[in-house]
């Protein structure tokens, strides 16, 4: 019998991934594996300290090999999914941002949201012929599946208390209105008339159809700026939630609400309970529009400006689950016939063929027992991690420290795309009593006994181990 290897859960963006990856970290506990999982950056920066593991990572690309490189050194295997997969780009473009040649040829397997995904990977020119694709769906699916709804029950009634009835607007213009400038599609320029250079965004795609998303985007944004105080004037008996993508600046939604009581801006908290408790949602091209058709909440596609290249390539799955609108008058009405309860969902057997492509794991097993199934039988085969070289691991260990270093010291600079505060935005930390909470919380709904502790490493990585 071979000892099985810990879990390192890497979790970036806490309101959207903590949870599900915390879910993850439960099941795994119920098969006998410790589970390592808290802040990305933090968890990178101390990856030297760490038992050899498996480490789940969520994208491959060009930005990921310094790490790759260090892990590999240091002995910890890799198994990826691309959180960016599931609603994504042209093939060209998406494999150009995010899949690096390099990269993925560190990687032991990896895990797809679905059919669509894995074929995805398999047209890639630079695929590893022997590379495993494991189509199990992803754990953050799991998270709208009937049986886990009661998770959220506290936070929808919560809600309810806070802000009545409401309709909730979930905004995606980070390539346009990004949480800092240097992520955006383009860099602000510094002198009239001169060629903006690419942002953070922008990398991998050509300037043509860079210039066409950002474009259009703009468009929409400048649209929903004008729609989210129209559709206050339109539903006075609702509250109007806005809530921008994690990653986008909300100054300009907090101006919109300023004047009006009835507007609220708020990244609080996953975005399910809000999805459940909302009369309907109003996005465009955003993955809540996948969320919504799977968990039956009414979700409108508002497009008032149309780019074929742009919303018949990156946008086919999350408009095409919606209903959609091409004007606020359409959508107003749209939006009333939901309230006069003559209108619901968006259905229809092309949309459920639509889905059941792109998203594994709808019924039946949880995408995290899939997961953890694939995970159980690589310990099985062991030994999973054979010992690197002194040499390979003291030079790990180096470039680990140097990496944390220059990090740090970056992140200060002006003009960086992710100074300190960003850090703080995407992952603003857990208590450990919240975290066993949750817990407790996931092993009640699932009806799993399994004697589970949870530890602090450090303020925000955590230890999640079966006793006994």
Sequence with gaps: MHSKPPLIIPVENQVRELDPKLLLACIAARHGFVSIIGSHREIDFRIAAFPRGLYLNKSMTERNLKMFQIMRRIGHAILTWDEEALIHLPPAIYYSRRLSPVA????????????????????????????????????????????????????????????????LVNTNFNHVNAFFPAQNLFKPVKHPGESPQFGKAGVGMTREFAQALHDQKLAVFKAFQSLIPELSHAFPQLSIIVRPHPTEGQD?????????????????GNVVPWLRGAKALVHNGCTTGVEAFVMRTPAFSFRPAVNEAIDHTFYVLSHGLSHQCFAAPELIDGIQQVLDGTLGAASGEARSALVQRHLTGQEGALACERMMDVVQAIAEKGPVLPMPALSDRLLGVVMAQSRFLIKRAKSYFPGSHAPPEFHRHRYPGITLDELRHRIRRFQEILRDQTPISAEAITPQIFRIRPNG
């Design 104 to 167: 993925i040829r560190c990687i032991s397997h990896l895990f797809a949201w679905g059919e669509e995904n894995a074929d995805l990977w398999r047209s890639y020119p630079e695929f590893p012929e022997n590379l495993p694709i494991h189509v199990t769906g992803n754990p953050r699916n799991d998270m709208l599946r009937p049986e886990l709804h009661a998770f959220y029950e506290s936070e929808v009634r919560a809600i309810h208390e806070r802000y009545g009835d409401y309709l």
């Design 252 to 268: 300009v939604y907090r101006q919109l609400a300023s004047g009006n009581s009835r507007i609220h801006v708020t990244n609080e």
